[in-house]
């Protein structure tokens, strides 16, 4: 496929290595280097890639008449983080029956149960860091929500498992932008995590194992495809872990959230104050701390756009990161500033932490409420249920490294309830 001459395009037969090198600033170095929201390049064994940035990138990104999402994620993503032929690769009719399951698992009162959860969660792990001189954030708010999510989704978890399963599902997102160790790593940990949750669901199906017809267990279990076939059991394996590993995810963001804290103490005071602080706070944490760096789609069907032509097939990367931190659409945006949400109108284009556009039809991501109503019942402990010193540490992260977390993973000492 010939490039467009009519957009900024880089010369180099390949620039995988300079995305390893760059890691979240890949495609904003080069708008900015171009003074262009779009360009191409070559990646993944010399593919031509289109790049593209911002709200009006957003729009056209989430028309699912002119992208596709089959054949899209990389078949290394898919060996550890997706797995093969989930919801993230289906396009069509296909795609918004599976999504429907997911979001029906997304009412109010399965979301009050998910917060009831978190909350005992806390209580019980507060309870044990009392009696620790030390602890890390990251690792102990994995644990959290690893708990959390298998419970949520009616999952059982042996407390002599609660590690394992921590960690692998905890492996397969680092093992995101990896390449080595942490690709081969969470390759391995999706393997047991397949072989665990497949087991479970085989129970469920043979009459061996409850399921509680609320959960996402029974949901994955049991849903149809539109010939009114039962998911194969891979296939429901592979969407169970869709439930699961996103809810893990959020220790990330809750981690951050700290981090937040404690660099602009500020907000802790208006979060004490003003309930209503708490879902700007989150929303701007989501906004200004890198999570995903960009989002993949092929080219549907032939179409121009920004002067460019975007032919059949052809891979187009969505900046995330980039489009959360454009000047053009953010006043300041390296500044962190909760109050900006005051103004924001709820556009599902320019503000994309976790994907954009319609939540029914489109790809964005469906645990995105879970997300937010994780992060402010965690925020909420951590700024009035507990008290807590922060040790000198390098809290310091990385703009290359996909997924990023701070360095010391947020060390607290000399916990005690508030």
Same mark, same amino acid.
């Given at each position: 496929?010939?490039?467009?001459?009519?957009?900024?395009?880089e010369?180099a037969?390949?620039?995988?290595?300079a995305?390893?090198?760059e890691?979240?600033?890949?495609?904003?170095?080069r708008?900015?280097k171009?003074?262009?929201t779009?360009?191409?390049t070559?990646?993944?064994?010399?593919?031509?890639?289109?790049?593209?940035?911002?709200?009006?990138?957003?729009?056209?990104?989430?028309? %699912? &008449? #002119?992208?596709?999402?089959?054949g899209?994620?990389?078949?290394?993503?898919?060996?550890?983080? !997706? *797995?093969?032929? /989930?919801?993230?690769?289906?396009?069509?009719?296909?795609?918004?029956?599976r999504?429907?399951?997911?979001?029906s698992?997304?009412t109010?009162?399965?979301?009050?149960?998910?917060?009831?959860?978190?909350?005992?969660?806390?209580?019980?792990?507060?309870r044990?860091?009392k009696?620790?001189k030390?602890?890390?954030?990251?690792?102990e708010?994995?644990?959290?929500?690893?708990?959390?999510?298998c419970?949520?989704a009616?999952i059982?978890? %042996? &407390? #002599?498992?609660v590690?394992l399963?921590t960690?692998?599902?905890?492996?397969?997102?680092?093992? !995101? *932008?990896?390449? /080595?160790?942490?690709?081969?790593?969470?390759?391995?940990?999706?393997?047991?995590?397949?072989?665990?949750?497949?087991?479970?669901?085989?129970?469920?199906r043979a009459?061996?194992?409850?399921?509680s017809?609320?959960t996402?267990l029974?949901?994955?279990?049991?849903?149809?495809?539109?010939?009114?076939?039962?998911?194969?059991?891979?296939?429901?394996?592979?969407?169970?872990?869709?439930i699961?590993?996103?809810?893990?995810?959020?220790?990330?963001?809750?981690?951050?959230?700290?981090?937040?804290?404690?660099?602009?103490?500020e907000?802790?005071?208006?979060?004490?104050?003003?309930?209503?602080?708490?879902?700007l706070?989150?929303?701007?944490?989501?906004?200004?701390?890198?999570?995903?760096?960009?989002?993949?789609?092929?080219?549907?069907?032939?179409?121009?756009?920004?002067?460019?032509?975007?032919?059949?097939g052809?891979?187009?990367?969505?900046?995330?990161y980039?489009?959360?931190?454009?000047p053009k659409l953010?006043?300041n945006?390296?500044?962190?500033?909760?109050?900006?949400?005051?103004?924001?109108k709820g556009?599902?284009f320019?503000?994309i932490?976790?994907?954009?556009?319609d939540?029914q039809?489109?790809h964005r991501?469906?645990?995105?409420?879970?997300?937010?109503?994780?992060?402010?019942?965690?925020?909420?402990?951590?700024?009035?249920?507990?008290?807590?010193?922060?040790?000198?540490q390098?809290?310091s992260?990385?703009?290359?490294?996909?997924?990023?977390?701070?360095?010391?993973?947020?060390?607290?000492?000399?916990?005690?309830?508030?």
């Amino acid at each position: 496929m010939a490039f467009n001459d009519k957009i900024p395009r880089e010369k180099a037969i390949d620039n995988s290595l300079a995305l390893l090198s760059e890691g979240y600033m890949f495609i904003p170095n080069r708008c900015v280097k171009f003074q262009s929201t779009i360009f191409q390049t070559r990646l993944l064994g010399g593919q031509k890639v289109i790049c593209i940035s911002g709200e009006d990138a957003g729009r056209i990104f989430y028309d %699912n &008449e #002119k992208f596709k999402r089959k054949g899209a994620a990389p078949k290394r993503v898919q060996e550890s983080l !997706f *797995g093969k032929n /989930g919801v993230q690769t289906l396009d069509g009719v296909e795609h918004q029956h599976r999504k429907q399951l997911f979001m029906s698992l997304m009412t109010p009162e399965r979301l009050k149960v998910l917060i009831k959860l978190i909350e005992e969660q806390w209580e019980l792990a507060v309870r044990k860091w009392k009696r620790a001189k030390k602890i890390v954030l990251f690792d102990e708010a994995r644990e959290i929500m690893c708990r959390v999510a298998c419970l949520w989704a009616g999952i059982p978890l %042996n &407390e #002599k498992e609660v590690e394992l399963r921590t960690s692998d599902l905890s492996d397969m997102i680092d093992a !995101f *932008g990896a390449v /080595g160790p942490r690709h081969w790593m969470g390759r391995q940990a999706r393997n047991r995590s397949e072989q665990w949750i497949r087991g479970i669901i085989g129970n469920v199906r043979a009459g061996k194992m409850d399921a509680s017809e609320d959960t996402a267990l029974y949901a994955m279990a049991w849903h149809r495809d539109l010939n009114g076939n039962l998911l194969r059991i891979q296939i429901a394996t592979v969407e169970l872990l869709n439930i699961v590993r996103p809810i893990v995810a959020i220790a990330r963001y809750i981690t951050f959230g700290a981090i937040a804290l404690h660099n602009y103490p500020e907000t802790r005071e208006k979060l004490q104050d003003n309930s209503n602080y708490s879902q700007l706070f989150v929303q701007e944490v989501r906004r200004f701390y890198p999570f995903g760096p960009f989002l993949g789609a092929r080219v549907r069907k032939e179409f121009i756009w920004e002067d460019c032509h975007f032919t059949k097939g052809t891979m187009v990367l969505l900046d995330v990161y980039g489009t959360n931190h454009s000047p053009k659409l953010w006043d300041n945006p390296d500044e962190f500033r909760p109050e900006r949400f005051n103004d924001w109108k709820g556009s599902p284009f320019d503000f994309i932490p976790q994907g954009g556009g319609d939540y029914q039809k489109g790809h964005r991501c469906a645990g995105e409420w879970i997300t937010i109503e994780a992060m402010k019942t965690s925020l909420e402990f951590l700024t009035q249920k507990m008290e807590y010193d922060v040790p000198k540490q390098d809290m310091s992260f990385s703009m290359v490294r996909m997924p990023t977390i701070p360095k010391s993973g947020f060390v607290m000492s000399r916990i005690r309830s508030k």
